[in-house]
């Protein structure tokens, strides 16, 4: 593909310028505990709740930021239309974009319309998740819970013994994180046609006040580990072994989650590849909006291939962030930004020095980088004021 700046069109020399499932039970029982960042590396900002916009009255489960505007959940999580991170800001799921089921997985993938700017995830990819060894040669990984769903119940003051908390009644809503550990790694089905590599994981007593269990609204949250001194998503909550209490004890309930190092790769596999044209267009849900190269959906004067190169937002009007042209007394300086993410793309400039009745040609002029920002490197050039009237263009072609 071969794109012009439609910028050219208007770039005269002596122009001064041209516009150019369900939260987390504790053992304590505290609906009120854990409610903060653990402050231990657990990657906590990652997890949401998805609801059409209250959590607390229309939630329907919890959801894992992938990488950019991705996340995963269950399979089984109703889609709603919008997902927060911490109560306070909202992003729209995106209606365009069909869910990517992974296999036969109780997972699912979603994206949202806008990045909502948090770290990539690190999917686990180690077969170590599960606890080895015996006495004092027992390895295990620190585990931590974190999910955003509903509270014990809060009209329950004792548990008894075995510990037994309901949830639900006016618990409320909220991120909350727990400790665990893995107990083993199982084949699951749940009779709802999913099949997949699992981890389980047993509420126990005697284990800390905040050893967890999965509860309303977390299905589709994470269960993280810090392996060789990293943290990474080791499993994604789905079921629970009964449903409306979690018992304590020494034979306590299971939870289930899908054993990511099972997938990792075919999670990172389904996600659009950002750095073609074709990614970058499921990535801006342009299939709904026409996703041709010279297409101009948001009628801003930059076709849908340089708002590509450069990593403008093509549902918005923003070329003032695509070419621009100043003038001094002896060089017109062209400037833009080029996206960091798209590949195989180079930038050439151009002249004619005779208003287009010459053919543009290549000049060696060459640009320099001024800066750096989210996703993208800034350019400039400056060209020589020459001959009465002048035209330069900028070039972007691509290798695809
Ligand atoms: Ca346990
Ligand atoms: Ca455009
Ligand atoms: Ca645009």
Redesign the pocket.
Known sequence: MKFFSPAHQALLLFLVSVLPIHGLILYSGDNAANTSDPGDGTPWEQVGNISNGNPQSNSSGSVVHLRGKYILTADHVEVKSRVTFDGVTFYDVDPHFDKIQIGAVDMVILKLRQDPGLDDIVLNTSTSEVPFGIGPFRTEHPTVMVGYGRGRSSSQEDAGDPVVWTWGGNATVAKRWGTNEITSAIDFTDGESHAYDGLRIRANSGEGNSEAALAYFDSGSALFQEIDGQWVLSGMATLVQTAGSSTFSNSGDYNYYVRISSYADDILAALPNLSTYAGWVTDNSLQAYGDDPSGDP?H?G?SNFL?YAYG????????HLGLRVTCDESDIILSWQQSTTAAGLSFFVQRSDDQLATPFEGVAFSASQTGTGEGITTWEVAAPISGPASMLRLEVVSSE
Do not use: I, K, R, W
């Open positions: 948001d801003d930059m708002e403008t937002n093509p549902l918005v009007a923003d070329a």
